[in-house]
């Protein structure tokens, strides 16, 4: 049987070198930390992911269709308790076992299996209440309330159990660098690239044979490279390169539909910060229109921007943005000197002090921001340092990002970020007292009691207003100086046609990508 | 003349984008590829208009210059200023069509979050904007059956009455008249002016819950009243003899079906097609023949048109396939390119804009005729595809707002919730489609996989 499996495996990545030679590659914003799909925390470890495993069920990326590739059939069961799945026949493994609905059940029972500590397992575990297997290809999935739709809700990714010994999955398994999926490509991630050789299989006919990830590094040169040819595609061009790209005949710009906004989180345990009046101090420092111009390169009054300015935690166009909360677009910094000087910091010799010592911030950015914001770090300490306040400034790399400032052990006092969404745009993870992303472990009992209030809407206006309520007082109490919205835009050579980028997924659609000549 | 061009092309920068100079120049790179025959090509208004003779009364004018970057408010103001009857008479029709797409994004987020998505919870007068949904998605029987679901004792129970009476005898939207005895006056029609905005939210419902809280709702008539109204300046201000050609414009966005006539080719001023996705007067009366007929409208009109010209070899197998009218287009790109450098002697800023523009409309084209043809994701994919195509130079309006209906319609809030926020602001009435697009957000959020903050 395993030989059987082999064979099927190897004839897989025969056919696809047999095809024809068409390879891709392209530029991420950084080489994904992980491809085990139930532990990506970045947009490039989620749209690897799409490419190596096969979600439940999907949305079409034109028509916002619910699909799914893997399902044969399905129907709601146990008066909208369960929901009974059969999956379609044929469908291999990379590895070459066939997808049956034990693989189906293991995802689910991995998902329930409260050891784990997958951030995305613990959304699921709200609502998924086991899995049973009914035969070779059919699973009753079930759930601890009645769904409205819960084909919508399903939408992870499926797991093989033959690559795991128990449902206890974490994250430095050597199925983080070598899965094994059902999608349309085998991933193998190295340390400067990832390769995603193509599998044929019976839901998936990929035409591209390899694609190669590689780490973007300096804009203006992936610029040149993509326009030399030497890669294909940029999946985030940065607005500064945009109008050399799309005046290129070879190459075409795409709108990728993500939700981004930036931040500069404050460590409200910091001694100085934690008074909400140097937090507002802060805010008043900042000179918005001079960082966006000065790092992105949007100027004052420039038409259709694609950097705008926000007061909370939303996009502009969102329901949840509250457009009453005003935006600090300059510094005051008369208004900011009273703030810090009714905090009881004195101004001494130039700098600030708080009981008697100069306030030295300790700045952080996550570095491959880098590339879509150069020197905002900098321009960011020296608004800082224009009005009297020492700084440290560094970058910091995704090792650090994820093992010392997301577990809350960093020392840094500021820290420059982007957090990105889809058609969800849920921040409770963030600012509720012990959230599972809230970085420096922010408190605020009338934000707690807010975010209850969201969860527990019953109407959307009560939880739209929640969510309003919840801007302003963010917008007040400043666990984060909110920056601005920025668009993504890929940029993908002619020669690649058919390249329909899906919302947040991004490469849903890839079995329709192709390389001309 | 080279001051004239830089004037035309300053709003959307193309100059300083390119990093070309203004300078005429031969370029060799500029490939000639025959996509179409040349001769239909030499008719289009991109390749007339390389003639700085043919050119020179649209690039001095402040009204097309505005019109050339999108902004059809300050375009319409221009027009006014100078009383270019075929320019207000444009932008109004355009204005119109506008309105008419925000009232379809209005009635597809109404539909797909009250109707499909209803809750119980939802305020019952919500049944009356599912009606007026239902009319502008052109479901009569199933709008008498909302607006007979009216309370009656509820705040727009009259405004369903007089519905009714409109729909009786005709399944149609009404005129002006009937539509702002429902929503309101909106102040007299007068060619070059805009009519006067209501405040949103237009209602507030009580929801049907334990805390019975307001919910702000709108009447997507008020957005049909707006259409309505510069669909009437529209044909105020155009001269007596282009009644026709405003009919025959007005196919290319009409939300209600129009009836299927044989079209002819119009004697269109250049008023009309400067800037325009039909690129000469024939395309006109393509598109308002493709809207019905599809793949025949390629076969009939492929020796007059362009744009079927362009289609021709894109027709596979009675389909429309999409990545072929994508080549076709670029095809077309790289042709005009070519012919607008012959006729100016040499390549010049304003070419490669105004090529771009004949590669969306043959995109545009495209997706028109595989609607027609029932292929609704192919035409999906032209759709987004022209919409991408756009960004450099600046969206349109109409466009943009047409996809946001197709996208609610498709239940997808996001990309509509942008383009509105986009355009809201110039086009203030247009705000009215928010509310049911946040519903329509709120309630799919609210089903959807569960995501995290990522960064």
Sequence with gaps: MAFKNAFRALTGLTLATLGTAANLAYFEESIPTTLNPLYAKKMSDHRATELIFDRLWFHDAITNELRSRVVQKYQIAEAGRAVEVTLKSGIRWHNGQALTSKDLCFTVKAMLDTRGASILATEYRTFLAGCDARGPQTALIRFNRVLPNPRERLGFPILPASEFSSTLISPDMAFSARPIGTGPFNGKRGLRMVTFDFFTNAHHQPKVVQMQLQEGGDPLVQTKTLINNNVQGIIVVPPGQRPDLSASDDVSMKAYDLRSWWYIAVNTKNPALKNVKVRQALNHILNRTQLRQYSIGVKPGDKNSPCEFISGPFVRSSPYYNATVPVNETDNLSKAEALLKSAGLEKLGGFWNVNGEPITLRVGMYSELNNEAPDLLAQVGNQLGAIGINRVTAKITADEWDNSVMAGKSDFDLVIGKWSFGLVEEVGALFKSGGRQNMFGYTNAQVDTILDEYEDAVTDTEQRDAYHKLHKVLSQDLPYLFLWKLDTKSAWRTEVRGNIVAPYHYFTEIDSWSIDG | ?455
């Excluded at chain 2, 197998?317 to 670029?330: H, I, K, L, T």
């Excluded at chain 2, 926020?421 to 247009?430: E, I, R």
């Design chain 2, 1 to 455: 003349m080279m001051r004239l061009l830089v004037i035309l092309l300053l709003p959307l920068g193309f100059g300083a984008c390119s990093g070309e100079t203004g300078n005429p120049s031969t370029d060799s790179s500029v490939a000639t590829v025959e996509a179409i025959d040349g001769a239909l090509l030499q008719k289009s208004w991109p390749a007339r208009m390389a003639n700085d003779e043919i050119r020179g009364p649209f690039e001095g004018h402040p009204g097309w210059r505005h019109f050339f970057s999108g902004d059809l408010n300050l375009a319409l103001g221009a027009f006014a200023q100078s009383k270019h009857a075929r320019g207000m008479a444009r932008v109004h029709q355009l204005l119109s069509d506008l309105y008419a797409q925000g009232a379809l994004l209005s009635a597809n987020a109404t539909a797909e979050a009250y109707g499909v998505d209803a809750v119980d919870t939802d305020p019952s007068e919500m049944a009356y904007v599912l009606g007026v949904s239902a009319v502008i998605r052109g479901d009569f029987a199933e709008a008498k059956a909302r607006f007979d679901a009216v309370p009656p004792d509820s705040l727009v129970h009259e405004r369903s009455v007089h519905w009714l009476a409109a729909i009786k005898d005709a399944a149609a939207i009404p005129e002006l008249d009937v539509l702002v005895k429902i929503s309101g006056s909106l102040g007299d029609v007068s060619p070059g002016t805009q009519p006067e905005v209501q405040s949103t939210p237009h209602f507030e419902f009580n929801e049907r819950s334990e805390k019975a809280r307001p919910m702000g709702a709108n009447d997507p008539t008020a957005l049909l009243s707006h259409s309505a109204w510069h669909a009437a300046a529209a044909k105020a201000a155009a001269p007596e003899t282009d009644g026709s050609v405003l009919e025959q414009v007005g196919y290319r966005y009409a939300v209600e079906k129009r009836p299927e006539v044989k079209q002819p080719v119009l004697p269109l001023d250049d008023a009309w097609l400067f800037c325009s996705a039909d690129l000469s007067p024939a395309d006109t009366g393509f598109i308002a023949t493709a809207s019905s007929s599809g793949l025949d409208a390629v076969a009939e009109w492929s020796d007059r048109s362009p744009l079927a010209a362009a289609l021709q070899s894109s027709i596979q197998d009675g389909r429309v396939e999409p990545q072929s009218v994508m080549d076709a287009a670029f095809a077309l790109q790289k042709q005009l390119s070519a012919t607008m450098a012959d006729i100016g002697g040499g390549v010049q800023d304003f070419h490669r804009p105004f090529a771009i523009r004949a590669r969306i409309a043959v995109l545009l084209a495209g997706m028109i005729v595989a609607d027609a043809n029932d292929q609704y994701r192919d035409a999906g994919i032209l759709r987004l595809n022209a919409l991408e195509r756009m960004h450099a130079g600046g969206i349109e309006p109409v466009f943009a707002l047409s996809v946001a209906a197709w996208d609610a319609g498709n239940r997808s809030p996001l990309r509509p919730e942008d383009i509105l926020h986009q355009f809201g602001s110039s086009y203030p009435a247009l705000v009215a489609a928010k509310a049911p697009l946040e519903a329509l957000h709120l309630r799919r959020s609210r089903n959807a996989a569960p995501t995290t903050p990522v960064h």
